[in-house]
């Protein structure tokens, strides 16, 4: 009998504590997207040629439709450094959709300037295929990331993104 009860208790808790999980993730303060990675891409630059190594780490989420998020590219080919503030996060699917101002960088011209990028997010283990992404072009200031620009194309190579 004891162990009966024991049972029925665990099922009805774990039922209570099911119902107060579904409770907290709808409250407000939850986070509705986000978006992390790092890695390094290989990327060859239309019109020279020119054959680009970026590292890259970021991490944004929106939370109660308010983005934010920080980032660093290192354009390896040209010893460039540069950290931004996302402040525009667009998640879509798997894809997530990304820009931010400059704060800092190697290159003092970059700083102030808008830069935009988006991932790709193909899943966990060694069977899925890599995950991608873009470059990180300058944008108008004024550059909107809820209706994006850029499709990830380039493999993220010893890294991971995850878009949720």
């Given at each position: 009998m004891c162990k009966r009860r024991i049972g029925g208790g665990l099922v009805l808790l774990g039922v209570a504590v099911a119902g107060l999980a579904q409770t907290v993730s709808a409250a407000p303060g939850g986070v509705d997207h986000s978006a992390t990675g790092s890695?390094?891409?290989?990327?060859?630059?239309?019109?020279?040629?020119?054959?680009?190594y970026r590292n890259f780490s970021f991490s944004a989420r929106e939370?109660?439709?308010?983005?934010?998020?920080?980032?660093?590219?290192?354009n390896r080919s040209q010893n460039v450094v540069a950290h931004f503030d996302i402040d525009c996060l667009n998640v879509v699917g798997n894809v997530a959709h990304m820009s931010g101002i400059v704060t800092q960088s190697s290159n003092p011209a970059e700083v102030g300037t808008r830069h935009r990028f988006a991932v790709q997010d193909n899943g966990e283990g060694a069977g899925a295929p890599p995950d991608l992404i873009t470059t990180a072009p300058t944008v108008p200031l004024d550059y909107d990331c809820d209706n994006p620009t850029g499709t990830p194309t380039v493999p993220v190579e010893n890294g991971n993104v995850q878009v949720r």
């Amino acid at each position: 009998m004891c162990k009966r009860r024991i049972g029925g208790g665990l099922v009805l808790l774990g039922v209570a504590v099911a119902g107060l999980a579904q409770t907290v993730s709808a409250a407000p303060g939850g986070v509705d997207h986000s978006a992390t990675g790092s890695g390094h891409f290989t990327a060859t630059f239309a019109p020279t040629g020119e054959v680009g190594y970026r590292n890259f780490s970021f991490s944004a989420r929106e939370i109660d439709g308010v983005d934010s998020g920080k980032a660093q590219i290192n354009n390896r080919s040209q010893n460039v450094v540069a950290h931004f503030d996302i402040d525009c996060l667009n998640v879509v699917g798997n894809v997530a959709h990304m820009s931010g101002i400059v704060t800092q960088s190697s290159n003092p011209a970059e700083v102030g300037t808008r830069h935009r990028f988006a991932v790709q997010d193909n899943g966990e283990g060694a069977g899925a295929p890599p995950d991608l992404i873009t470059t990180a072009p300058t944008v108008p200031l004024d550059y909107d990331c809820d209706n994006p620009t850029g499709t990830p194309t380039v493999p993220v190579e010893n890294g991971n993104v995850q878009v949720r």
